[in-house]
């Protein structure tokens, strides 16, 4: 757990958080802490409970999702900035769809997604900007997994 100082200057470094008001940045540093992992530790694993959406502040995370009769296979690797868990904060998926493992010392934002779903509902103003980052998340990557199906449509190893 972070300071509230620290916090709140790492709330502020988060693009999609900038425009946000100080009493709105308290309130999300108010469900928000700050998680160290080491090269190797998992974060979370697929079909774990969907607790926390991550902002990567430094290092780099991979996303992995098990492919049947492959193992691991990776999905996306994610940056400082990148958002992590996101779907943690959607009303349906209740359980983690790939797992995180850092691929370097990293440093992550975690906000509670109970929380954060809330606060959502109570100040619209911060639900928008929250909900128009996320949908842009996911048209992302909605795009790379359709170029890698392309990809893997077109150059089949089997």
Known sequence: ???HHELTSSLQLIPC???LEP???D???QISSLRYVQPGDILFQEGDPEDYLYFVLEGQMAIEMTVPG???ALMATAEPFDLIGWSSVTPIIRQRTASARAVVNSCLLAVESNKLRQLCEEDHEL???VMRHLANVIAARLLVTRLQLLAQLSNPTR
């Open 1 to 3: 757990m972070g300071n």
């Open 70 to 72: 492959e193992g691991k």
């Open 17 to 19: 958080f900038r425009d």
């Open 23 to 25: 009493f709105q940045i």
């Open 27 to 29: 309130r999300l540093q």
């Open 127 to 129: 639900g928008y900007i």
